[in-house]
């Protein structure tokens, strides 16, 4: 059996050296790139759980109590908001919650705006702190919107119904606000009967194109470009009435350049 010589055995040495150090630098590239990955999931913002770099969608709900909510309105809104908080809205999209109720001039801000932070889909445990992710998602996010739903469907109601006004605020403080240049989505409970001083529905729905001439009509002007309008109707008037009612807030939405607008009637 020949003998190895020495320089045979050096360059044996050299060549294990230079594999073990491509080897390190291979692991320390995997290392960092999932804790560069770890560090992009991980970018919240503490106090409302949106991305670093914000929102990535916005998702805005107007709950009109002004009228009392019988046992299958509630219900029917719960189960509704249920849907939209813990399937529909993605992680990264922020959610703002308004009520009009009967204290309209002091609830022109959100009573609650999260980000939904996400659940655990989608981490991993070699890099990620699973249990964190899961109590922030439950603690933070879900329960304090649980919360605050569960008291604003037992508002008191209003001897005035602003809906106008109130979703011209909705739009200044919220919607405008964020300017989130991803999907927006409006989705507002409500039976539509707007009665205030200078305009009710209780006596008669007007024409929309007679309605947009009036000086009220562009005092409560806002713009709905971009956003999808969901509104769910409270039926506390009659066939005859909801079909008028529908006809003038649809229009009224798409004349305001909203992007979609689609109504369906709550139960109840």
């Not at 890099?127 to 739903?149: M, V, W």
């Not at 929309?208 to 009509?217: G, P, R, W």
């Not at 909801?242 to 709550?266: C, G, M, P, T």
Request: aromatic fraction near 8%.
């Amino acid at each position: 059996m020949a003998r190895v010589s020495k320089q045979t055995r050096t360059n044996q040495r050299k060549n294990l050296l230079v594999a073990s150090f491509a080897l390190l630098i291979v692991i320390s590239v995997i290392a960092i790139a999932m804790w560069w990955s770890f560090q992009k999931k991980s970018s919240i913002d503490a106090s409302n759980l949106c991305p670093a770099e914000g929102p990535i969608g916005h998702y805005v709900v107007l709950i009109d109590t002004t009228d009392p909510l019988n046992t299958a309105q509630k219900a029917a809104i719960d189960l509704k908001l249920t849907q939209l908080i813990e399937q529909e809205t993605p992680a990264g999209y922020l959610i703002s919650v308004f009520v009009l109720g009967d204290n309209f001039q002091t609830d022109v801000k959100p009573l609650i705006e999260l980000c939904n932070p996400g659940d655990e889909q989608g981490h991993s445990e070699l890099t990620e702190n699973i249990k964190q992710i899961k109590r922030r998602y439950a603690d933070r996010f879900l329960e304090p919107l649980r919360i605050q739903t569960t008291k604003l469907l037992n508002s008191n109601p209003a001897s005035n119904s602003p809906i106008l006004e109130m979703l011209q605020m909705v739009s200044l403080n919220s919607i405008e606000r964020h300017a989130v240049s991803g999907p927006r989505k409006l989705v507002v409970f409500s039976d539509f009967l707007q009665n205030s001083k200078s305009l009710s529905m209780y006596r008669e729905v007007p024409n929309y194109v007679a309605f947009s001439e009036l000086d009220y009509a562009r005092k409560t002007k806002i713009s709905y470009r971009g956003v999808q309008v969901e509104a769910w109707m409270l039926q506390n008037s009659s066939n005859q009435k909801q079909s008028r009612l529908i006809e003038f807030w649809k229009e009224y939405f798409l004349k305001n350049d909203a992007l979609a607008v689609n109504f369906d009637l709550l139960p109840g």
